[in-house]
T-cell receptor
Framework: AQKITQTQPGMFVQEKEAVTLDCTYD???????LFWYKQPSSGEMIFLIY??????QNATEGRYSLNFQKARKSANLVISASQLGDSAMYFC????????????FGTGTSLTVIP | EPEVTQTPSHQVTQMGQEVILRCVPI?????FYWYRQILGQKVEFLVS????????KSEIFDDQFSVERPDGSNFTLKIRSTKLEDSAMYFC?????????????FGNGTRLTVT
């Protein structure tokens, strides 16, 4: 089974609107961390936001927030007030507490912000 | 802000040749990783490195691959005899520590093309 599933290969959003990028995960480890990364066309991977499995509140970082639903094993990224510079690939990733240091990445969602 | 530096940005090589990809980690980071991303696919873990030895590796990281930190600064990935399927973007990543909430800091990647 895939550790991280991103079911939206491509998304479009109007500038200044909010958009939600979906991510579901699969783990039996009670301790894990969830991460979102942005990959612009230039190729670099930029860390955006982190959510821990024991965190009581949804993580927020500026215009990024994470809709963490533990029972559903989902960690959707919400980008508010979209900007043209938000157009990029977005990857959800997970690290498990008891199975080493590697991060598991999803297949990504390509977001296009329309002016 | 300190960053992970990778060289070269693009490497073209013929099948069967050896390549060495180089990374200069952020200076106070102790944990180093190589990931790869085949075009249009997800980011895959190759190997993690701590205290001058491999701490974890994936099935992808076979005998053709090796890593070392020869001079205490550069962190290198060597592919001994490249194959066409080694064509990918290779990312170096580092961490200050391995806590669950510690994100990977990625370099800009080296695009390897094997012809």
């Amino acid at each position: 089974a895939q550790k991280i599933t991103q079911t939206q290969p491509g998304m479009f959003v109007q500038e200044k609107e909010a958009v939600t990028l979906d991510c579901t995960y699969d783990t039996s480890d009670p301790s894990y961390g969830l991460f979102w990364y942005k990959q612009p066309s230039s190729g670099e991977m930029i860390f955006l936001i982190y959510q821990g499995s024991y965190d009581q509140q949804n993580a927020t970082e500026g215009r990024y927030s994470l809709n963490f639903q533990k029972a559903r094993k989902s960690a959707n990224l919400v980008i508010s007030a979209s900007q043209l510079g938000d157009s990029a690939m977005y990857f959800c990733a997970m690290r498990e507490g008891n199975t080493g240091n590697q991060f598991y990445f999803g297949t990504g969602t390509s977001l296009t912000v329309i002016p | 802000e300190p960053e992970v530096t990778q060289t070269p940005s693009h490497q073209v090589t013929q099948m069967g040749q050896e390549v060495i990809l180089r990374c200069v980690p952020i200076s106070n980071h102790l944990y180093f990783y190589w990931y790869r991303q085949i075009l249009g696919q997800k980011v895959e873990f190759l190997v993690s490195f701590y205290n001058n030895e491999i701490s974890e590796k994936s099935e992808i990281f076979d005998d053709q691959f090796s890593v070392e930190r020869p001079d205490g600064s550069n962190f290198t990935l060597k592919i001994r005899s490249t194959k066409l399927e080694d064509s990918a973007m290779y990312f170096c990543a580092t961490q200050t520590q391995t806590g669950l909430n510690s994100p990977l800091h990625f370099g800009n990647g080296t695009r390897l093309t094997v012809t």
